[in-house]
């Protein structure tokens, strides 16, 4: 028997596809049919991986940021070996089947990352390509380059119009990594046609522009043309490299290929029938001849290319044990041994010393500082305002296109992009980001914050400039929706602290947690005042009680968080010099708070008490926690240009309006 061709090997792919999508009755058969020939290159000649150990630390990364084209990575799994039956293909986009409608991560083996937004994908792969790159200055040796892998992304016309490409394409040139491999699928097809009327750029000439080294013009059809891009790829010294390939969206489909109805319906069964006599694939739906699975499995390969690292890294073991151990904690998201110890000694120099006047992100920086010095892993960053988000530490040294040993990216004005390429990292391993902009911008990178959430990744986000507290920067600048929005984010952790100490409870549990943490902090001077030991537990729950009257049974709760905690306290002392009883409750962390069980929150909030919750941002979600009579002191409309303290006049956020509620909810 003759050994299958390129062309038979690719049409495996493309048939799987058209079958599933045909059964599925839903799917986008398209880009899969029109990427089969590229991937097939890529897969069987190039890509380094272990189909039996999708988890092999020195794996090439393979990211399809055109995630809609799911059927693709779907058939290459299967075919190269990974655990993923014919049987899961064919409940492609069922309920709680290993291939949803869009690739997840976490979900399948061999997905890198969740995909499908598009764009994102191709800023994930910029992250995992800069990982790779400071993971290598950091753990390899001479002789030993036991961090040494490419990393693959497949964009199309989409991924490629939307501004966060743009954003981390731009830093992948100035940062030169050259390891990052872009292939772009170039059908001239998106969902409302062809693009030339809405996508008329010269691809390839932006790319050049941007310090990309670019293969243009490749028959994305042609495997040999293809061959040689991915090898001219791999030589590229100092540069990332983008691969345009022309292709046909739908190829071999007769009457549907090249045609925008290709790319999210089925073809028809008919039709399905046409494009196999077109490509001479005379197999019955859902079959694969041996000799075709055969020429796909990647199953000796990929064992053998992974012994071969496993002697490399036996033989760092030997000659460096400290590193070798450090990378093995470091890939399997450890924490180091200390952490607990330098949390613990944080916390007791905290509470041991006089609470003093400072802005509420002073005191986050400090105990940041702590902690990051103690954890290599930690990646920090910021888009452009490093020094006023104070993301930037005295722990910070700066990572530049020839130097990866430092720990800090400027990320330039770019939020969406930061995000994106912070999931990429938390994602490859071995890294833990953080990354600032001030709170109001957190929108332009909402979605990205959102897929951190949704893959469950470690990544913390540091937002400043918190409220109208801002300041004389005016309403442009002053967030009031950010924080309900971020909250809203299912599995999202939001921190807003109101001292060193909460800031400290923050930062320790945004790098224990798997998922997502917003770490929101004031520029403005946070309340002086003094914590209680018994407060850490208390922290650690979201929220607590942080001041009550003696005597008993409280007749008001005032809750706040942040530099609110400021108009509370002062309207507890007033409304206590009325011979009130009061409770001060502070709540950092609202969705923690809200996952505790309901004995504890009552118990806090002294369920059925008059309470009035104070936050200078949007109020709508504090109501949630209005179990009796109460109110909600809040941001409802955009601030202005004026000095902190008379917006906070202005908009009526002071402790003399929380004494007038107080009272008037006690008749
Ligand atoms: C951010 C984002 N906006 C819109 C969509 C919906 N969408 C999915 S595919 C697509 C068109 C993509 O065109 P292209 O990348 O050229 O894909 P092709 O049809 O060529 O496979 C759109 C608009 C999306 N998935 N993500
Ligand atoms: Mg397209």
Wanted: proline share 5%.
């Amino acid at each position: 028997m003759t050994s299958p061709s390129r062309r038979d090997l690719a049409n495996a792919i493309r048939f799987l596809t058209a079958d599933v999508v045909q059964q599925a009755s839903s799917g986008h058969p398209g880009t899969a049919m029109g990427m089969a020939d590229i991937a097939e290159v890529l897969w069987n000649g190039f890509l380094k991986h272990n189909p039996a150990n999708p988890k092999w630390s020195n794996r090439d990364r393979f990211v399809q940021s055109n995630g809609h084209g799911s059927m693709l990575i779907y058939s290459l799994l299967h075919l190269s070996g990974y655990d993923l039956t014919v049987q899961d293909l064919r409940d492609h986009r069922k309920l709680h089947s290993k291939t949803p409608g869009h690739p997840e991560l976490g979900i399948t083996d061999g997905v890198e990352t969740t995909t499908g937004p598009l764009g994102q994908g191709f800023a994930n792969a910029v992250g995992m390509a800069f990982a790779e790159r400071k993971l290598a200055a950091e753990f390899n040796r001479d002789g030993f380059p036991i961090v040494d892998h490419f990393t693959y992304v497949f964009v199309g016309d989409g991924c490629l119009m939307e501004g966060v490409a743009q954003e981390a394409a731009s830093l992948a040139g100035s940062l030169g990594l050259n390891k990052l491999i872009a292939v772009y699928d170039d059908n001239n097809i998106s969902i409302d046609g062809e693009v030339g009327a809405w996508f008329a750029d010269d691809t390839a000439a932006r790319f050049r522009a941007l310090g990309w080294n670019v293969v243009a013009d490749v028959d994305g059809h042609d495997s040999a043309a293809i061959a040689s891009a991915f090898a001219a790829a791999q030589r590229s010294q100092d540069k990332p490299t983008l691969i345009c390939c022309k292709t046909i969206i739908g190829f071999g489909s007769p009457n549907k290929q090249g045609k925008e109805e290709v790319h999210g319906s089925p073809l028809g069964v008919e039709e399905v029938a046409l494009t196999r006599k077109n490509l001479g694939w005379d197999h019955p739906a859902f079959f694969v001849p041996a000799e075709i699975l055969q020429g796909w499995n990647a199953l000796a390969k990929g064992a053998a290319a992974e012994n071969h690292w496993n002697e490399l890294f036996a033989g760092y073991s030997k000659r460096y044990p400290e590193l070798a151990a450090e990378f093995s904690r470091r890939n399997a998201g450890e924490l180091p041994k200390e952490f607990d110890a330098v949390v613990a000694a944080e916390a007791a120099r905290i509470l041991g010393s006089d609470p003093a006047k400072q802005p509420l992100r002073k005191g986050s920086n400090r105990v940041a500082t702590r902690l990051i010095e103690t954890m290599p892993e930690v990646v920090g960053g910021s888009a452009d305002v490093s020094v006023s988000t104070l993301a930037w530490t005295s722990a910070s040294r700066s990572i530049t296109k020839n130097d990866f040993t430092g720990n800090f990216v400027h990320y330039g004005v770019r939020e969406f992009g930061m995000s994106a390429m912070m999931n990429g990292m938390a994602a490859h391993g071995g890294l833990l980001p953080y990354g600032s902009c001030y709170l109001v911008f957190s929108d332009y990178s909402r979605n990205a914050v959102r897929l951190a959430s949704l893959m469950g990744l470690r990544a913390v986000f540091l937002y400043t400039h918190d409220s109208i507290g801002v300041g004389e920067d005016g309403p442009t600048h002053q967030p009031c929706e950010q924080m309900l929005a971020l909250r809203a984010i299912p599995g999202m952790s939001l921190w807003r602290p109101g001292s060193e100490l909460e800031a400290l409870v923050a930062w320790e549990a945004a790098f224990k947690r798997k998922g997502p943490t917003a770490i929101v902090a004031a520029r403005q001077e946070g309340a002086v005042f003094a914590h209680e030991p018994g407060h850490l537990a208390g922290i650690h729950k979201g929220g607590y009680v942080l001041r009550q009257s003696a005597g008993g049974k409280p007749d008001i709760v005032l809750v706040g968080t942040g530099s609110e905690l400021a108009q509370i306290l002062a309207a507890g002392e007033q409304l206590e010099q009325q011979g009130k009883s009061v409770r001060l409750v502070s709540i950092p962390n609202g969705n923690l708070f809200a996952a505790q069980d309901r004995a504890y929150q009552d118990e806090v909030l002294a369920f059925g008490t008059p309470a009035v919750f104070v936050e200078a941002a949007s109020p709508l979600y504090w109501y949630q926690f209005l179990k009796g009579p109460g109110t909600v002191i809040g941001v409802d409309r955009f601030g202005e240009s004026a000095t902190g303290p008379e917006l906070y006049r202005l908009l009526n956020i002071t402790a003399e309006r929380v004494v007038a509620e107080a009272n008037g909810l006690l008749g």
